[in-house]
T-cell receptor, first 107, second 116 residues
Framework: SQQGEEDPQALSIQEGENATMNCSYKTSINNLQWYRQNSGRGLVHLIL?????REKHSGRLRVTLDTSKKSSSLLITASRAADTASYFCATSNDMRFGAGTRLTVKP | DTGVSQNPRHKITKRGQNVTFRCDPISEHNRLYWYRQTLGQGPEFLTYFQNEAQLEKSRLLSDRFSAERPKGSFSTLEIQRTEQGDSAMYLC??????????????FGEGSWLTVV
């Protein structure tokens, strides 16, 4: 089974704009996690949101979780060129990843 | 450095040869994962261990692949009779799972395999 599926597949924005990416999953979860991956590197954990939480913030990141829709969103505010990376979600239930969202932030 | 360590970072091998990758997880992490990732794709789950027990193995993992975690600490992933399709980055990750609740997993930098 594959839990996390990210959307859109690719996103290109200008520096300073906000970036929103979405994640859908299939079954009930304990928590959902977002990760970032720079090209050719390992994944870096960004934020974990538990099933009883609806929103969580960490710096310029805001994550929401809607368990009724089995979906989550990651918002990056005031994006920077250094935010260019692929972003993945995964649920703790099976830690499977989708193809990710490739974010490009143009300076 | 207390992160997840993977060795070697890069490996070029001829088709048909065997290769082995090693992963040293974060100390005291009881769960260890292996993933495979090709360009433009997300990490594909291969297998995971809870301590020394291999609890799940993907159908993607053919009989040429074997993973071990003999003492519940480091793990090895061996690929026998390598094929060009095995060329990928192999990622290891670890986490501390308590009471059955999943927690943050931490990834290594990956081991790149090129089969020529």
């Amino acid at each position: 089974s594959q839990q996390g599926e990210e959307d859109p597949q690719a996103l290109s924005i200008q520096e300073g704009e906000n970036a929103t990416m979405n994640c859908s999953y299939k079954t009930s979860i304990n928590n959902l996690q977002w990760y970032r991956q720079n090209s050719g590197r390992g994944l870096v954990h960004l934020i974990l949101i538990r099933s009883n939480e609806r929103e969580k913030h960490s710096g310029r990141l805001r994550v929401t979780l809607d368990t009724s829709k089995k979906s989550s969103s990651l918002l990056i505010t005031a994006s920077r060129a250094a935010d260019t990376a692929s972003y993945f979600c995964a649920t703790s239930n099976d830690m499977r990843f989708g193809a990710g969202t490739r974010l490009t932030v143009k300076p | 450095d207390t992160g997840v360590s993977q060795n070697p970072r890069h490996k070029i091998t001829k088709r048909g040869q065997n290769v082995t990758f090693r992963c040293d997880p974060i100390s005291e992490h009881n769960r260890l994962y292996w993933y495979r990732q090709t360009l433009g794709q997300g990490p594909e789950f291969l297998t995971y261990f809870q301590n020394e027990a291999q609890l799940e193995k993907s159908r993607l993992l053919s009989d040429r692949f074997s993973a071990e975690r003999p003492k519940g600490s480091f793990s090895t992933l061996e690929i026998q009779r390598t094929e060009q399709g095995d060329s990928a980055m192999y990622l290891c990750a670890s986490s501390l799972v308590l009471g059955g609740t999943g927690n943050t997993i931490y990834f290594g930098e990956g081991s790149w395999l090129t089969v020529v």
